[in-house]
């Protein structure tokens, strides 16, 4: 079993930045990809991006491309999302999650609780 908690969440203004983190304890967090995704209110769930176990594979929802960065420290089994140039429609709780059986479409075995990120305009 995996356990994720993310953290870093909260209120910014438009063009802001934020940065989330996942915390993992439990099995070798090392072992397993890892993903981002979001969900905004009357939303279904998206993907938002993703990160091989090693960190060398990684990919974005083409609304996020070129302004989040997904990266992750096994050393400290934590994974990370930079978020720059925030826009009011990245408002969404954001979801970690791990050890996934189809990167996009949200089959992942773990997830976090989610953090709430709301942009300002």
């Known amino acids: 079993q995996v356990q994720l908690v993310e953290s870093g969440g909260g209120l910014v203004q438009a063009g802001g930045s934020l940065r989330l983190s996942c915390a993992a304890s439990?099995?070798?967090?090392?072992?397993?990809?890892m993903g981002w995704f979001r969900q905004a209110p009357g939303k279904e769930r998206e993907f938002v991006a993703f990160?091989?176990?090693?960190?060398?594979?990684?990919d974005y929802a083409d609304s996020v491309k070129g302004r989040f960065t997904i990266s992750r420290d096994n050393a400290k089994n934590t994974g990370y999302l930079q978020m720059n140039s925030l826009k009011p429609e990245d408002t969404a709780v954001y979801y970690c999650?791990?050890?996934?059986?189809?990167?996009?479409?949200?089959?992942?075995?773990?997830w976090g609780q989610g953090t709430q990120v709301t942009v300002s305009s």
């Open positions: 990160i091989s176990w090693s960190g060398g594979s990684t």
């Open positions: 999650a791990a050890d996934p059986t189809s990167i996009r479409t949200g089959r992942y075995n773990y």
């Open positions: 439990g099995r070798t967090f090392s072992s397993y990809a």
